[in-house]
């Protein structure tokens, strides 16, 4: 054993002893209290070790450094995990906990159990370019968009990072052995935002002309390095990186039900999957049928066949699309569509918007793009007040005048209001705040992927349901194609991971299907080389929500209040879906029922 070695081994000794004695001396019985305990301290000790962790979940102790990337901390870090869970599952009593308490236990049991899983299943940090890019511009960003520490706090902790940040894009140096060139590809494009991310827009954001003030000397340095960064990816690791990108049956059908956690295995979502692909197409098909005169005035309808309703419904959804914005005003006609949604959801009491709405609309940060159209990211748990961002991309200035055509197509005006509603109002935006306010520290911290774009999903047919757009079939058939998008995720997901999937049989799904531009397919599956699970959790979580709206209103009946219902399933936080049923039960006084 080295001498770094050592020393990290006697540290992470101490730490573990410390942890354990902190939660195994807490006094008076209280389970609940003793895994409280247990938490926040493994809490101290993963922040600790996990600096930019730390800065995403709102705390604020460790903003002037950057993680230990090397390969002793993170097999360290895997030690620590181990160790915890080791030890929760030999020092809390399970039987002695509250109904809350047990849940609580379950998601922080599982967390850990997952993480472990994947730290020893998979190595981004060897295998994935991209992964580096949250320590290098993101640690930073974040300090100057969410840290509601003081502006020179902040400015001083991100100026320590990014003196930091050349060790990180050293570590990458040495640790990338081998990339899939979809992930390298990526890497490159975010590496190169982020060399003008700080040449130009750290500077905006910490109020401070290019190239001037404190920052800069840093900032100029960095950008140096990036510009390295990139011509290694470019001359090293991109002539290497090869197209072995599927994680494969087994392990797709294992980190699933950890992503999913809700029971159900691989092939049995699969299957629900491809069974709604075919009753959506027909609802589709059929509202499509009723708009054909609008459209195409005097032209006979198309016949009655497999073919001739997937024509219809094309053809439609094109005529739908023409309506759109430009480029420049994409997120500006984003921006206006929150009014009108944010007063609907008060008149039909929908559910109580929470206030102050601290949701911007902004374009995506360069640095940021490559994986998504939109995103938003919220604010952190542990900083409440922080601010969330509803993040937009507009096609790239370097696309072909078509192939930006055929995104804005995608993107057109009924589109855009079905996004803010999945990411903003009352979709992700409103859920994760609620999710904020839960006392529950474990579930504020500890999310599900599942619930998050469930609920965001469950949102955009229950809107149209309670009334918004006014009954336009438009709309409804935007929205369906939306879902269907969800829908097909899933079948992407599996097919391309686990049966071989090539881009052809990708394309025709998406495109012949799903009903989705050239450009949006090629996007998608891109993103579906890049992940794996994640596209699952849409249709998964939905699936969930909707089932548990039909049995909780049927039970009900009359009495059924939508806001109350709605408000019940937000306050338990962003927790696995599987245990929705009972605790929504419990808080409507429906127990036993």
Not at 72 to 85: G, I, P, V
Not at 235 to 243: A, F, G, I, R
Not at 253 to 269: Q, S, V, Y
Request: charged share 30%; glycine share 6%; proline share 5%.
């Amino acid at each position: 054993m080295n001498p770094r070695s050592f020393a990290g081994a006697v540290a992470l000794a101490a730490c573990l002893f410390a942890f354990s004695t902190s939660f195994a001396d807490e006094g008076g019985g209280d389970e609940d209290a003793r895994l409280n305990a247990a938490f926040d301290a493994y809490l101290k000790e993963w922040f600790r070790r996990e600096p930019v962790t730390a800065t995403s979940l709102g705390d604020h102790s460790h903003d002037d450094r950057l993680d230990d990337l090397s390969p002793e901390a993170r097999r360290s870090n895997l030690d620590f995990q181990k160790a915890t869970l080791e030890r929760l599952g030999r020092e809390i009593d399970a039987g002695r906990l509250t109904p809350a308490g047990r849940v609580d236990l379950d998601v922080f049991r599982r967390n850990l159990e997952a993480s472990i899983w994947l730290r020893e299943n998979f190595d981004p940090f060897r295998e994935d370019p991209r992964v580096y890019g949250d320590y290098v511009t993101n640690s930073v960003y974040l300090l100057l968009t969410q840290s509601t520490l003081p502006r020179d706090v902040n400015r001083r902790n991100a100026l320590k990072r990014i003196e930091a940040a050349p060790r990180i894009l050293e570590t990458a140096r040495r640790t990338i052995e081998r990339a899939s060139r979809v992930k390298t590809e990526t890497a490159i494009k975010q590496a190169e935002g982020a060399v003008a991310f700080y040449k130009n827009d750290l500077f905006l954001l910490a109020g401070d002309k290019p190239g001037e003030g404190d920052l800069a000397p840093a900032a100029a340095k960095l950008a140096g390095e990036l510009e390295a960064f990139v011509t290694f990816l470019k001359d090293d690791v991109l002539p290497k990186s090869t197209d072995d990108w599927r994680i494969g049956r087994e392990r797709f059908a294992k980190k699933l039900d950890f992503e999913i956690d809700a029971g159900i295995t691989a092939d049995e979502l699969l299957a629900e999957a491809e069974s709604e692909a075919v009753r959506v197409e027909a609802e589709m098909a059929t509202l499509a049928r009723q708009l054909w005169p609008r459209f195409f005035p005097g032209e006979p309808a198309l016949p009655d066949d497999e073919a001739g309703n997937r024509e219809t419904t094309r053809r439609v959804l094109a005529r739908i699309g023409e309506d759109h914005g430009s480029a420049e005003t994409l997120v500006d006609d984003a921006q206006a569509t929150v009014a009108r949604i944010k007063d609907f959801i008060r008149d039909r009491k929908i559910l109580t918007l929470p206030e102050p709405d601290q949701c911007r609309v902004i374009e995506m940060p360069e640095f940021m793009r490559g994986n998504s159209v939109a995103y938003l990211n919220p604010a952190p748990p542990l900083d409440a007040r922080g601010g969330s961002e509803y993040a937009i991309s507009p096609p790239p200035a370097d696309w072909s005048p078509e192939r930006a055509e055929s995104f804005l197509h995608e993107y057109n005006r009924a589109m855009l209001q079905i996004l803010t509603i999945h990411e903003a109002y009352p979709g992700h935006y409103v859920q994760l705040e609620y999710a904020n306010r839960c006392p529950s520290l474990i579930r504020k911290v500890l999310w599900s992927g599942t619930f998050a774009e469930g609920w965001a999903v469950y949102t955009e047919r229950m809107m149209l349901d309670q009334g918004f757009g006014d009954g336009d079939p438009a709309l409804r058939l935007q929205q369906l194609k939306f879902y269907l998008r969800a829908v097909v995720n899933a079948i992407l997901d599996h097919k391309m991971h686990c049966d071989g999937m090539t881009d052809e049989e990708a394309r025709e799904l998406l495109v012949g299907r799903a009903f989705q531009t050239d450009g949006e397919a090629t996007g998608k599956i891109v993103r579906a080389k890049q992940s794996s699970c994640q596209l699952s959790t849409y249709f998964a979580g939905r699936t969930a929500f909707v089932r548990l709206r039909r049995a909780i209103q049927n039970e009900t009946g009359a009495k059924f209040d939508l806001g109350r219902y709605h408000e019940a399933v937000l306050s338990e936080g962003t927790l696995p879906v599987k245990h929705l049923p009972g605790l929504v039960r419990a808080r409507l006084g429906l127990a036993g029922k």
